[in-house]
């Protein structure tokens, strides 16, 4: 599953998401509140910092720009100074505002929270202070918006609207977009506003409401995870959805389709440092997946990555698709398997090095493992930051050691390599060679048992002709898989035939066979095993 996730990520494009909602700005001021005021008793905030971030479908629109899509907003600002602090950071970021109307009668919508730091504490947010209008958008800017909407459909690929009640989603605005996407064949999803009436969503494809705003809008209780999917199929049926994530902070997401089924999707358990912007997350996550042709358990699962991603951080925060990759991988190697495919590890091991580690190979059959592989590895590790195991193939194994080997199907071989701590990845390839392994992923160190003199070394040219160099680590004496194999092989011939005088009537050929095999390939397979 893990690595399912990491392909769809990897093969995500560049997908075209039209954001329809209200833009907001979110200032932040920063400062030490280290004493109480002498004027009242509050604390007071020595301010020394001023940032300002997008928000709202702002927000969303900027996350879907850092994580590849191509964005366009249909929103309004105010005609002040921070409208063009919300156009500048726009553009910044690459963001159409085309669509972005100026509403002459109201602010730009701001959030200013004052953010106090104490004896080198985490900052904690002090008080929030809004600048905001909620009437409805003027009749004229609301009839600009339904004559852009046929272009703007023609151009998107998925449809998100991000909803704060601050008066751009009128219901006659979200039925025109709704009427507007049917037409054009784009799905629609909601992330919808806190209210007890959902009528304004009707005919959207998908919704993410949190646990309140699903009670809120059915007027059901949701007091464990499994309620949720009660709640969640409510609002399918209600609506008319293909699917609904009602997202349910510690608990996960829950995932209701149009046909009834639900899963509840649990999320690791996270250090919530702040959990501003982690809904816009999962909307743009699961907005950017389903543009790019993923289904909704993938989506969900995803959204669930994204939004854990997003409370570990200080307000509204941005995510890359590398970041979430690396969160995917590392929760799959805390989950014991290192087993990445064959085309997922030169994408990793380049994502590492650009993050300044050292990529250390090594490769074999690892049929038996014993002490001399566990050295092996352990001082290949040493080597460096990220060791990376070649293992041969149920069939690669067969051409090099014959139809007796391996032992172990690759799968177990597998699971046992990455249950040492040594190792941080495990990838399976069928040539008899890791040769074209080693091409695609450059190593830093390319690791071989001191048996092996320099030019045997498969990869050894290629490796040094790209910067790296070869290490040869002394092998231990007395241990080969190929001799583990002939002992037990002689030792069950013995033990059968003393509990039985008819045994040496039966075929003598396997134990003579692995016997003589040993004598002829016992060296190398003490580091190929």
Request: charged share 25%; proline share 5%; with cysteine.
């Amino acid at each position: 599953m893990a690595n399912d996730l990491i392909a769809r990520v990897e093969s995500l494009g560049s997908p075209r998401v039209l954001v329809v909602g209200d833009l907001i700005l979110d200032r932040y001021i920063w400062g030490f509140a280290e004493r109480i005021s002498q004027e009242a008793p509050v604390p007071l905030l020595r301010a020394d910092h001023r940032e300002h971030r997008l928000g709202g479908a702002a927000s969303v629109a900027m996350m879907l720009r850092s994580l590849g899509a191509q964005t366009r907003l249909i929103g309004g600002v105010g005609a002040d100074h921070e409208a063009g602090i919300v156009r500048s950071l726009l553009a910044d970021q690459g963001i159409d505002d085309r669509l972005v109307a100026t509403l002459e009668d109201r602010p730009t919508t701001l959030k200013e929270r004052y953010i106090g730091r104490a004896q080198d504490r985490h900052p904690q947010q002090m008080i929030r202070v809004d600048y905001e209008t909620r009437e409805p958008i003027p009749a004229m800017v609301e009839a600009w918006f339904h004559s852009e909407l046929a272009e703007a459909m023609a151009w998107a690929d998925v449809v998100l609207i991000s909803d704060y009640d601050k008066g751009v989603c009128t219901p006659s605005l979200l039925r025109a977009v709704v009427e507007s996407a049917r037409l054009a064949g784009r799905r629609v999803i909601a992330d919808p506003v806190r209210t007890n009436d959902y009528s304004r969503y009707q005919g959207v494809h998908c919704m993410t409401p949190n646990r309140l705003e699903a009670q809120l809008a059915t007027g059901m209780t949701i007091a464990s995870a499994g309620d949720a999917l009660v709640v969640g199929q409510r609002l399918v049926e209600t609506l008319g959805l293909e699917a609904i994530l009602v997202t349910l902070d510690r608990d996960g997401m829950a995932l209701v389709h149009r046909d009834g089924r639900g899963e509840i999707k649990p999320t690791r358990p996270r250090q919530v440092y702040d959990i501003t912007g982690a809904g816009d997350m999962v909307l743009a996550v699961v907005g950017l997946c389903l543009a790019a042709g993923a289904d909704y358990d993938e989506a969900a699962a995803l959204g669930n990555v994204a939004g854990g991603l997003e409370v570990e951080k200080f307000g509204v925060a941005l995510l890359t698709r590398e970041e979430i990759i690396a969160d995917i991988a590392d929760h799959q190697r805390r989950d014991g398997s290192k087993l990445l495919p064959r085309e997922r590890v030169p994408l990793e091991t380049a994502r590492r090095r650009e993050a300044g580690q050292r990529i250390v190979f090594t490769n074999g059959c690892f049929d038996l493992l014993h002490p001399g592989h566990v050295r092996l590895l352990r001082e290949a590790a040493a080597l460096g930051d990220y060791l990376v195991v070649g293992l041969n193939s149920d069939s690669s194994v067969r051409k090099l050691k014959g139809p007796a080997r391996p032992i172990n199907p690759q799968e177990a071989r597998a699971e046992v390599l990455s249950a040492l701590e040594a190792v941080d990845a495990v990838v399976i390839f069928d040539d008899e060679t890791p040769l074209d392994l080693i091409t695609a992923i450059r190593p830093d160190v390319l690791v071989k048992g001191g048996d092996y003199r320099p030019e045997e070394v498969v990869g050894r040219d290629e490796v040094e002709a790209s910067g790296g160099r070869l290490a040869l680590i002394p092998v231990l004496a007395g241990h080969s898989t190929t001799q583990m194999v002939a002992r037990a092989a002689d030792r069950g011939v013995t033990h059968h035939e003393a509990q039985s005088p008819r045994a040496p009537h039966l075929p003598q050929s396997p134990p003579n066979t692995l016997s003589a095999r040993a004598s002829s390939s016992e060296r190398k397979d003490a580091w190929t095993g």
